[in-house]
């Protein structure tokens, strides 16, 4: 059974480079445009990991979390932080708020597979 990894990115084209860097990796891809749209989509699926971006409209990447971490059958999905925010600050909210990691954009499909191959297996 291929394992689930869900991008959440309001951005079509980075939604299209991670899903294909994913599927050749034979990993099952489920898309999101956003926070609100992520959460809605994973009723009843089981996700193996989510690749978040932080700045999306309806519901950021930040609120996401929050609300993933508050179900309690969610709280141990590892949550991969892929934005343009390189900023410590922020780096240090989403981790409080429950992210696993943090990759900034641009990003080499083979530094986002290690990645992920280290965070879902």
């Known amino acids: 059974m291929k394992k689930v990894i869900m991008t959440v990115d309001d951005s079509i084209s980075i939604r299209r480079m991670v899903g294909i860097t994913l599927r050749n990796a034979d990993y099952e891809v489920l898309e999101a445009v956003d926070g609100k ?3 809605s989509k994973m ?3 089981n996700v ?3 690749i978040l971006d932080l700045y999306m409209p309806e519901m950021n990447g930040i609120e996401f979390i929050c609300s993933l971490r ?7 999905i590892p949550i991969l932080m892929l934005t343009t925010e390189s900023e410590k600050a922020k780096k240090n909210e989403g981790k409080s708020a429950g992210a696993t990691g943090w ?3 641009p990003f080499k499909p083979e530094q986002l597979l290690s990645v992920v191959r280290r ?3």
């Open 43 to 45: 009723n009843g699926i």
């Open 119 to 121: 965070l879902a297996g």
């Open 103 to 105: 990759m900034v954009k």
């Open 48 to 50: 193996t990991m989510i």
């Open 70 to 76: 508050s179900d309690p059958t969610c709280r141990y």
């Open 37 to 39: 749209d992520a959460l």
